[in-house]
């Protein structure tokens, strides 16, 4: 298909397609294939390693891609197939880093008006829009300082000013929150997406951080491996999980897979009858999914039972997350009031519900 006519055919702002980035025989990127509207906030996220940084990098023109295409607004701007590699400039892209990179010799104002001076914006328009953006972060009062005088929070609203101030159509975050403190995390969180509804623009936000991913995106891309695992809206991908690898890197906390095997009728968990068996269901060996919410703690009559040891329990909005190592396995069931325990005593586990998804051995979802 010709990821031209994809991107406009769909009219969607950012085509993502068949794009592969090989370091020697490796490949850090492994036809990734995404395509989202304009307006949209797509997270990448994924555990360290799996290529999220190779492919912003791509986005934003400084990796050039070994195997297929990027298309911005229905224009290729970066291809494996010919070459092509637009600046950064000319893809109307803009580039947040983790680190914030001000130039320390500038004040603020003169940080957010430089990007604008080399797009030869006139003096009164960078004026104009050096106020806008300013006003836009709350840091009008600083547009005098130098970035050794403000705090590292307010280096990184200098940071995303200095990059909307041209108004790229494509903002591109990479992990931009995660040189602050949690609670500031939390709020700039809110103000960027405040920002990002107010730049019209489609983001591309990377993050090892999954509860960010939840809150923020629009749409979100699970990476592993250098492949997307599953890519959708962020409650889909934690209601309708395809892969186990899914299942449990998102969701606070993750789902917890028990293995089972078929036996007289039932799936069986070290001896015990734990669910039921679908009509016509021919897997041997699968894993079970269970969300935190359905697995209580102690033992309740009349539902399954698993047994093992106390390792922790954290409290959460007046109920207690419970985890007891079963096996080699971690298991978090949900109870309510504060729960305690010696670490290490024995615990048991009641499954309150059936499987919330059944799994292959390989790890794919069984689709019933
Ligand atoms: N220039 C390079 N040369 C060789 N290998 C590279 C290069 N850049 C990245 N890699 C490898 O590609 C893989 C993906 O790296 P990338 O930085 O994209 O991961 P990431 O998902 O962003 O990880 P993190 O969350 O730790 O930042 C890693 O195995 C990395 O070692």
Known sequence: ?????????????????????????????????????????????????????????????????????????????????????????S???????????????????????????????????????????????????LRDRYPAEISGGQQQRVAIARTIGPRP?????????????????????????RIHRATGATSVYVTHDQVEAMTMAS??????????????????????????????????????LIPATQQSGAFVYEGQPIARIPVNFSEKSVKLLYR?????????EGRPQIFGKFAEAAPIAGQSMVTAIVGDMRVTGMTDGYFTAVPGSDITMSLLREPDGIFNEAGQRIVL
């Open 219 to 256: 749409h979100v891309a699970v990476l592993n491996k250098g492949r997307v695992e599953q890519f959708g809206p962020p409650v889909e991908l934690l209601q309708n999980p395809q892969t186990t690898f899914v299942a449990t890197f998102l969701g606070t906390p993750a789902a917890n």
């Open 91 to 141: 893809r109307n892209a803009g580039l947040v880093f983790q680190s914030y990179a001000l130039w320390p010799h500038m004040t603020v104002a003169a940080n957010v008006e430089w990007p604008l001076k080399v797009a030869k914006w006139s003096k009164a328009e960078r004026a104009a829009r050096v106020d806008e953006v300013l006003g836009l972060l709350n840091i009008s009062e």
């Open 169 to 193: 159509s494509i903002l591109l975050l990479d992990e931009p929150l995660s040189n602050l403190d949690a609670k500031l995390r939390v709020e700039m969180r809110s103000e960027l997406m």
């Open 292 to 300: 935190a919410q359905d697995i209580g703690v102690g033992a309740i």
């Open 1 to 89: 298909m010709n990821p031209q006519s994809f991107g406009s055919e769909r009219n969607d702002a950012l085509v993502i397609h068949q794009l592969v980035k090989q370091f020697g025989a490796f490949k850090a990127v492994n036809n990734i294939s995404i395509s989202v509207p304009s307006g949209s906030f797509l997270v990448l996220v994924g555990p360290s390693g799996c290529g999220k940084s190779t492919l912003l990098r791509m986005l934003a023109g400084l990796e050039s891609p070994t195997e297929g295409e990027i298309v911005f607004d229905g224009k290729v701007v970066s291809s494996g197939t010919d070459g092509t590699l637009r600046d950064s400039a």
